[in-house]
């Protein structure tokens, strides 16, 4: 069965440090790569996908992401975080030979302290 | 910019009755799916519904649960019986047609069974 695993449930991190969100995925078959974010009350926001082509992947809050085929991964990066960071994001795969729904990793919880 | 909205944001229900979480899509999307979030646990897959049918669900999608596009804008998910288990965030999601596409995701409803 496919799954995602996101190593850390929490990460604490400095204002302006940087922060990586890891995320493994089960299977190499063509996937389709998201990174969801939910921010306190809120409903789950996309913050980038991996489709195809390059395999460096930006959002336009300073997000970026790399898939790895060969390594199955998927991590998410921000050189320098702002407490407005403070959310918990979401890996997610959609296998493309799998039917369209998403299977989604158990979440990273970022807590951004001044 | 286009959203998915979800009503209502919470619902308190006694177990064995019966509610109904209603979501309304993007306008022009052709894909439409319900997810659940258990407190502290992941994001699971429901259902998906494309060309007014089932298009898949899961084994959590049992015969208590159903879902109806009643209209052309209205896509609800009902529970027949509730259980205590039952009690998660509930989020519908749509997605425009296409392999590339991703979904947009509601703001989610709050189910707590009493």
Same mark, same amino acid.
């Given at each position: ?12 991190? #400095? ?21 969801y ?6 409903g789950l926001q996309l ?11 930006? %959002?336009?809050?300073? #997000? ?5 085929? %060969?390594?199955?991964? #998927? ?25 369209n ?14 | 910019e286009p959203e998915v909205t979800q009503t ?9 009755? =019966?509610?109904?979480?209603r979501c309304v899509p993007i306008s022009n999307h052709l894909y439409f799916y319900w997810y &659940? ?6 994001? =699971?897959?429901?259902?998906s519904f494309y $060309? $007014? =049918?089932?298009? =898949? ?12 596009r009643?209209d052309g804008s209205n896509f609800?998910?009902?529970? &027949? ?10 989020f519908c999601a749509s997605r425009d047609l296409g392999?590339?596409t991703e979904a947009f995701f509601g703001q989610g409803? &709050?189910?707590?069974?009493?």
């Amino acid at each position: 069965a496919q799954s995602v695993t996101q190593l850390d449930s929490q990460v604490p991190v #400095f204002e302006e440090a940087p922060v990586e969100l890891r995320c493994n995925y089960s299977s190499s078959v063509s996937v389709y790569l998201f990174w969801y974010v939910q921010y306190p009350n809120q409903g789950l926001q996309l913050l980038l996908k991996y489709l195809s082509g390059s395999t460096l992947v930006e %959002s336009i809050n300073g #997000f970026e992401a790399e898939f790895n085929k %060969s390594q199955t991964s #998927f991590h998410l990066r921000k050189p320098s975080v702002h407490i407005s960071d403070t959310a918990e994001y979401f890996c997610a795969v959609r296998y493309k030979a799998a039917g369209n729904k998403l299977t989604f990793g158990g979440g990273t919880r970022v807590l951004v302290k001044p | 910019e286009p959203e998915v909205t979800q009503t209502p944001s919470h619902q308190v229900t006694q177990m064995g009755q =019966e509610v109904i979480l209603r979501c309304v899509p993007i306008s022009n999307h052709l894909y439409f799916y319900w997810y &659940r979030q258990i407190l502290g646990q992941k994001v =699971e897959f429901l259902v998906s519904f494309y $060309n $007014n =049918e089932i298009s =898949e669900k899961s084994e959590i999608f049992d015969d208590q649960f159903s879902v109806e596009r009643p209209d052309g804008s209205n896509f609800t998910l009902k529970i &027949r019986s509730t259980k205590l288990e039952d009690s998660a965030m509930y989020f519908c999601a749509s997605r425009d047609l296409g392999g590339d596409t991703e979904a947009f995701f509601g703001q989610g409803t &709050r189910l707590t069974v009493v």
